[in-house]
Each structure stands twice: as structure tokens, then as C-alpha cells.
């Protein structure tokens, strides 16, 4: 599976920006997706994810609220919609997906087998 992630850019306080993370050689129906960021010189942190079963979210405490996980199996993508950005959402965000990942695991990005390469998210104050 190749995961391919696009959507970022700089917005102001505020604003919105939505993420994509479009699959090949898989429709990801079956795996549990997850959204990460990291700034430089910090370890990567748990944003957001969905288990494969579909329905059930889990978001970090600093995006609850704001950001909204989402997957198209027909399509084989993964979303994220980012609204009322703040100047500490800027990260690289990476999407995520694992095909055996547990519920408890969701949020440990050592859980995960499939990566895609980031996209920026700067967002200015």
C-alpha cells in the first residue's frame, strides 16, 4: 500500500484547510487510518483516526472539537477537515494505515505499517 497525502499550506488563525490521503494498492476498506503531525525536533503526535470497522473516531484532546476524521473506501482515500486552525496546528502532517491495527493501538504511530510523506500545514497568526 502507497499512501499519497496532499492539502496543506499556510492559512491564517482561523481558518480551514482539508487534508487527503489517496491509497494505491488498496482500498483501505479494512484498515484503520490515522492522521499524525510533527514540528521539528519533536516526536510525532496522534491527531486523529478511524478504526477499520468504519465508524468509530478518536481525536487528540488538542483537535476535539475542530477537526474531523474521515475515510471514502470507494475511492480509497482518507480525510481530514481542519477548521478553526491555530498557530500550534503547524506541523507536517502524515497520514497512516494499518490493516491488523487494534482500537487501543490507534493513537501509537508505532502501530502502524503504512506511511504516506507529509504534507506542510502553516498557519499564521
Known amino acids: 500500500v502507497q499512501l499519497q497525502a496532499s492539502g496543506g499550506g499556510l492559512v491564517q488563525a482561523g481558518g480551514s484547510l482539508r487534508l487527503s490521503c489517496a491509497a494505491s494498492?488498496?482500498?483501505?476498506?479494512?484498515?484503520?487510518l490515522g492522521w499524525f503531525r510533527q514540528v521539528v525536533g519533536k516526536e510525532r503526535e496522534f491527531v486523529a483516526s478511524?478504526?477499520?470497522?468504519?465508524?468509530?473516531?478518536r481525536y487528540a484532546d488538542s483537535v476535539k472539537g475542530r477537526f474531523t476524521i474521515s475515510r471514502d473506501n470507494v475511492k480509497a482515500t482518507m480525510y481530514l477537515q481542519m477548521n478553526s486552525l491555530k498557530p500550534e496546528d503547524t506541523a507536517i502532517y502524515y497520514c497512516?494505515?494499518?490493516?491488523?491495527?487494534?482500537?487501543?493501538?490507534?493513537?501509537?504511530?508505532?502501530?502502524?505499517?503504512?506511511w504516506g510523506q507529509g504534507t506542510l500545514v502553516t498557519v499564521s497568526s
Open positions: 494498492g488498496s482500498t483501505l476498506r479494512n484498515y484503520g
Open positions: 497512516a494505515a494499518d490493516p491488523r491495527i487494534i482500537w487501543s493501538s490507534l493513537p501509537n504511530p508505532q502501530a502502524y505499517s503504512y
Open positions: 478511524v478504526h477499520r470497522s468504519g465508524g468509530s473516531t
